[in-house]
């Protein structure tokens, strides 16, 4: 049963501000609106836990750039009566390619691949960059019967597209309520996977034709080896805000750049077992 209150949080920050959304994309699943350079979260729970650790990723980014930002958050509580209403207004369709994702309160399209993804379950509804992108970099990259591993599926969205695309699927996100919501979404899908875990590449020791991870640079950083170490072919990196990119590129230089997918201030990277 719907709560009658919400609570509303705004973040603004001076500076650092794609890092900070994207960090937030990565630990919270209710979308996030972008109004006058704010960042709002809407949640019928206090998110003090999440502001917690928005203040450590805070410090630890002003740590490793030596520099001072200036964060401030917000929380209001507000009636509840509105919300779904005007969330479910400004989150539209969208179309990738041959592929149509859309909420359930948009009907599907008869001459489209449908994937019905509710953006309220967890992040990936397609209508980020690093999202549309790995879209279409598995439509060029993964063919019929290709294994594939999707590293912190959050939504599944990824994963979902690649088994329409007749690709033998796995998952994995380090956060259990998006593995579950992972789960919903195939079944609501008709796609199918081999098999969805909560932990990381690591938990398997399976290899794949190709693996994705559309994370954030800092992790695919620190994950390097083991994504490495699960596939035989094709590594798909994404979440990248491009003047990190070279940094990234440095901890795979043992595998081959074959493309960059660019889009506004992110880019997803295609590597190539050499």
């Known amino acids: 049963m719907m709560n009658n209150v919400y609570y ?8 650092f501000k794609d890092e900070i959304e994207n960090f937030l994309m990565e630990h919270f699943y209710n ?3 972008e109004k006058n350079d704010k960042l709002i979260l809407r949640s019928e729970e206090p998110l003090d836990d999440l502001i917690n650790k928005l203040k450590e990723y805070k410090k630890a980014l002003e740590e490793i750039f030596d520099t001072e930002i ?15 209403k005007t969330y479910q207004e ?4 969208v179309e990738i ?7 359930s309160w948009y009907p599907p399209k008869e001459d489209k691949i449908n994937i019905l993804i509710d953006p309220a379950l967890a992040f990936g509804s397609g209508h980020h960059e690093t999202t549309r992108s790995c879209v279409k970099a598995i439509k060029k990259y993964v063919n019929e019967n290709d294994t594939l591993l999707d590293v912190g599926c959050g939504s599944g969205i990824l994963g979902i597209v690649a088994s329409k695309l ?9 956060d259990s309520i998006a593995v579950d919501s992972a789960k919903e979404n195939f079944e609501l899908n008709n796609a199918t996977y081999e098999n969805i875990w909560h932990g990381s590449a690591n938990n398997t020791e399976k290899k794949y034709d190709v693996v994705v991870a559309n994370i954030i640079a800092d992790v695919l950083v620190f994950i390097a080896n083991e994504l490495k170490q699960r596939v035989n072919n094709y590594l798909i990196l994404s979440g990248i805000i491009d003047k990190y990119k070279d940094k990234v590129l440095k901890k795979y230089s043992d595998f081959e750049l074959v493309e960059e997918i660019p889009e506004n201030e992110w880019v997803t990277l295609i590597l190539k077992r050499k």
């Open 90 to 93: 400004s989150v539209q369709p």
């Open 8 to 15: 509303e949080t705004t973040v603004s920050v001076s500076s």
């Open 166 to 174: 007749g690709a033998k699927v796995d998952a994995c996100d380090t």
């Open 97 to 103: 390619d041959e592929f149509y994702i859309h909420p």
């Open 31 to 33: 979308g996030i609106e």
């Open 70 to 84: 200036d964060l401030k958050i917000k929380t209001e509580k507000k009636s509840n009566k509105d919300w779904i």
